[in-house]
């Protein structure tokens, strides 16, 4: 039986999708070349997109070889329509995540806008023709988790503990409920516009890290929740482009995105976290091809990190 073991593929092969719903790059141990397509529907969105990859095994020591599929006829169809996708269309943004968020569509990143957007509950079919073969896909957009706590603008105090270079430490709780037709959903956040003294400082950032990341588990009667413990530190303004300078905020904007995916795609997550897995799991919602065909849903939510010294 042969297993694909945990080896990263590459840095640029990340998700693609409508949103940012990122993950670590794919593990995966190639015994020969390989087709993979990426795309997960994000509900809401009025974007669809495809990543379609040739990945060949390393021959030496710079690792995997990622070429894109170009010319390939790519379709989803779904709710009553079909949308055919272009390949690196203009307008449209990249299907791999970048340093740049602006970065347009390249080669292999097919995409389009879908009439009506993506629904919940809506099974959508994917259809590719390519010069190698033919790939198929299935999936069902779950509905989004319910947050119920932080609740939106909520303020979240944290305290200073650092200063000529300030650090914040931190802790919050995020509880939910999930429809039964997605997974447990994953987090992610963003911090946004920094404020010293009651006004925004233009040009400014900081840096959010986890130092833990508890879950508990509930009961179906119960919503799910995890408390979230971290650092904010390395505020700073950018003044010119080589002159940055220090700030010590009063608080910092957050946004929150949690994530569920429909179920097919959460254990093929399990799976691969398991360090190995068979070949025949490797793929998910997809024939033809390696990765994943998925649906997801995301609600977000804004809060203010308030910091008290």
Known sequence: MELLKRAVLTGTLLLAGG?????????????????????ILQAGSDTVSVLLTRVRPDSGNSGPEVLPVSGAQVRITGGGTTVRLAEAPAGFRSCIQTQNPRAGAPPGCYAATLPGGVRSGVPYELGIQFSGGEIAGTATVPAAPTVLAPE?????????????NPVADGSFSIRWSTPESASRPTINIRLG????????????????????????????????????????TNCFERLDSATVRNVRPDSVQARLFITAFDT????????IAQGSVERSRFSVGVTGALWVFAGAAMTERRVTLVIVR
Do not use: Q, W
């Not at 949103?19 to 795309?39: A, N």
């Not at 006004?199 to 890290?209: M, P, Q, S, T, Y």
């Open 264 to 271: 097919a795609y959460a254990r093929y997550a399990e799976a």
């Open 19 to 39: 949103c940012e719903l990122l993950r670590e790059p794919t593990p995966l141990e190639l015994t020969g070349e390989e087709v993979m397509v990426h795309s």
């Open 193 to 232: 516009a920094v404020f010293r003294s009651g006004r925004r400082v233009a040009n400014a950032r900081c840096e959010f890290f986890n130092t833990d990341f508890g879950r508990t588990d509930s009961s179906s009667k119960t919503p799910d929740s995890t408390t979230i413990s971290f650092e904010l």
């Open 152 to 164: 939106e603008g909520a303020r979240i105090p944290v305290k200073a503990t650092g200063r000529d």
